[in-house]
C-alpha cells in the first residue's frame, strides 16, 4: 500500500460525513493482519452495526482500540467484559486515555466493574484498579472485597464510607491497607497521627495532612526530615507557623505562603519565590475548584501561585474570569484557555500567539470562545503560517481563498485549507494524492461518496 494512500484512509476514517455501509467495510479490515484505521474504532455515535462489528473483530487491537475510546457509550465498551482477549479486558479496565481536561469519561457500570475486579488474569484486575475512571459507588464497595489491593483503593473513598468499614480497614489483617486507611483518618485523629509518625514510609503524609499535637508538630520542626510537607499540615500551631515562615529554606516559605488561613498582608510579608512555569499545585484550591469561597480568595490574591491554581477551575463566576484575565501573568492565561470555556477571546489570542503548534491549533479547533469573524480579512496574508491557517475558521473565507491557502508554503495552512468542505472539488481531489494533504482530504466532509470509495479501494479495503 502507498503511504499516502493509508494516510488518506485515516483521514475517510474520521470523516463525519463517511456513510455507515463504508464505515461497516472499513471496520471490517485487517489489512495484512492490520486493525482497522483507529479513528473508525472511536468514532462518536457508533450505529449498533458498527459496534456489533468491532465486537466480532479477530484483531484483538481492533478491540483494545475500542475498548479505549472516550467517545464509545460505557455499555457499549461494556460488552467487551467477556473477551476472550486479556489484553482487550485490560484495555477496557483501565478505560481511555483522556488528554484534554474538559474531556470527562463515564464511568463502566458497576457490574460489569465487579466482574473485571474477580477476573482470573492479575493484569485485567490491576487495569482496573489504576482506571481514573471508576465511579465513586464502586470505589466505596471495594472496602470488603477479598482482594487486599481492592481494599487499599477503597480508602479512595474514605469520606463516604460507613463508620463500621472504616474501622475494619483500620484493622485490617493487611499492613498497606492498614497503612492507607490511617493516612485517612489521621486527618481527624492526632493518635492516628502520632502511629504513623513512627513508620518512615507514612511520617511525610502525616506530617503534611495529620492532626497534630503540640508535642509531634514541634519534634517535626526540630527534625527538619520532611519541613516543607510540615509547612502545609493544616493543623500546625500559628507560633509554628510563624517560625516556618522565616527558615532559611526557601521551599519551606514558599509553602507556608500558600496556607489558607493567611491573609494576604501577611502572605505577602513571607520572602518567597515562585517559578515562571510553576502551575500552583496548592491543593485547599485543588479540592475547591468548585467552591466559590475558595476560587474568590485562590483568584483575587496576590500570590501567583494562587491565581494559577484557581485558573484550573472550568466553574470560576465572570468576574474571576475577567480579573483573572488582567493578571498579565503568561501561565495563567495558558491555564484560562485549557480550563475555562468562557475564557475571554483576547486571551485566547494572546496564548495562541505565544505558543504556537500543535497546543495552538488544539486550543483554535476546540475552544468554544475561540474567534471565528473576522479571521479572513486579517490573517490571509500574514507572513505567519500559523495565523494564516487561521483563516479556515471564518465563515467568511471564500471557495477562493480558501483553494489559495491549499497551495501555502506553510504545511499545517495547507492541511487547514484541505479539510476544509468549501474547498473547490478539483482541488480537494488532487489533495487525495498529495501526500502531506491526503489525511485531511480524506477527512473533509464535502469529500464524494465515490472518492470515499475509490480511497477505500486503493488501500485495498475488501467491499
Known sequence: MVAFHASALDGVARNSALPTPLLLRLLAFEGDGDRPPRDALQRAGLPE????AILAHPNPSARIDFAMSARAEPAQRARLADDPS?????????????YDPRTKVAPLPDAVCVRLLDDPVPSVRTALLDSPHLAPSFVASM?????SAARREAVRAWEILPPGERSALLADPDPEVRRAAAQWECRRDARVTSELLRDPKSAAEALRRGLLVRADAERGVAERTHLVALAENPSLPADLVERLAVDPDEAVRLAVSLRPELDETRRMAIDFTVEAFDRGDVEWVRDGLADPEVLRRAAA???PMLRRAAAQSPHLPPD?????ARTEDPLVEDL???????????VLMRVYARLGGTFSAWMAETHPRFPREGLAARYADHPDGNYRRLVVRDPAATPALIERLSHDPAVWTRQAAAGDPRLPLHRLREALHVPELASSAGANPALPEDEMVAVLDRAVVPA
Not at 88 to 96: D, Q
Not at 143 to 147: D, E, G, L, N
Open 301 to 303: 490574591s496576590v500570590h
Open 320 to 324: 474571576l474570569v475577567r480579573l483573572l
Open 86 to 98: 486479556p489484553k482487550v479486558r485490560a484495555a477496557l479496565a483501565y478505560g481511555p486515555e483522556v
Open 336 to 346: 484560562l484557555s485549557v480550563h475555562h470555556p468562557d475564557t475571554p477571546e483576547e
Open 49 to 52: 452495526l458498527a459496534v456489533v
Open 143 to 147: 472496602a470488603t472485597h477479598h482482594s
